[in-house]
């Protein structure tokens, strides 16, 4: 290595830290601020905003799924379709806030849990307590962990084990099926 590309390596480590630092600033550094985060949820859902709970289950036909949703939701929640990377613009939503599932409104993420992967869609290294079921996929013959609503079984995303610390788990979800709540919103 020449002291050249020392220098280098040592400029982008220096401005890879400075990106983390921007990037990552407001993340939990202990298990203990994850567990506060899920449990004070609720102070990031706009006031007076109804919501259901994961164990008022919403059972619908097929072709009451197809009225409800639109084609595109259709495929990911209840066809388990996978968005373009990229596409969605949930990925740059950054206001405090509530994530819903577009299929029954039920609360998954607060934006204090969404974090930049850098993988083109929208991706939280914990979520509201509750919420989802998980089941093993094997469609790219790698297992996968997907996971789905605990309401109404729409799937959202897979779960990765390449996360920040402390969880150090990515919850990769189809910004499609997810609807935003700004903090600020209105009843
Ligand atoms: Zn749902």
Request: with cysteine; glycine share 10%; hydrophobic share 35%.
């Amino acid at each position: 290595m020449t002291r050249r590309e020392i220098l280098q390596g040592l400029l982008t480590a220096g401005i890879w830290h400075v990106f983390r630092g921007i990037g990552f600033a407001a993340q939990p550094s202990s298990m203990k601020e994850v567990e506060n985060m899920q449990k004070n949820w609720k102070s990031l859902l706009a006031d007076g905003i109804k919501v259901p709970l994961p164990s008022e289950s919403l059972k619908l036909s097929t072709d009451q799924w197809r009225k409800r949703l639109d084609a595109a939701q259709f495929n990911i929640l209840r066809e388990e379709g996978t968005e373009r990377p990229g596409s969605s613009p949930l990925n740059n939503e950054k206001r405090p806030g509530v994530f819903a599932c577009a299929g029954c409104d039920l609360p998954l993420f607060t934006s204090a849990m969404k974090y930049e992967s850098g993988t083109g869609w929208p991706s939280f290294f914990t979520t509201i307590p509750g919420v989802f079921g998980t089941s093993t996929d094997f469609k790219l013959v790698l297992p996968r962990t997907e996971y789905h609503c605990a309401r109404c079984g729409g799937h959202h995303g897979h779960i990765f084990n390449d996360g920040p610390q402390p969880t150090g788990k990515r919850w990769c979800n189809n910004g499609i099926a997810l609807k935003f709540i700004p903090k600020n919103s209105k009843a």
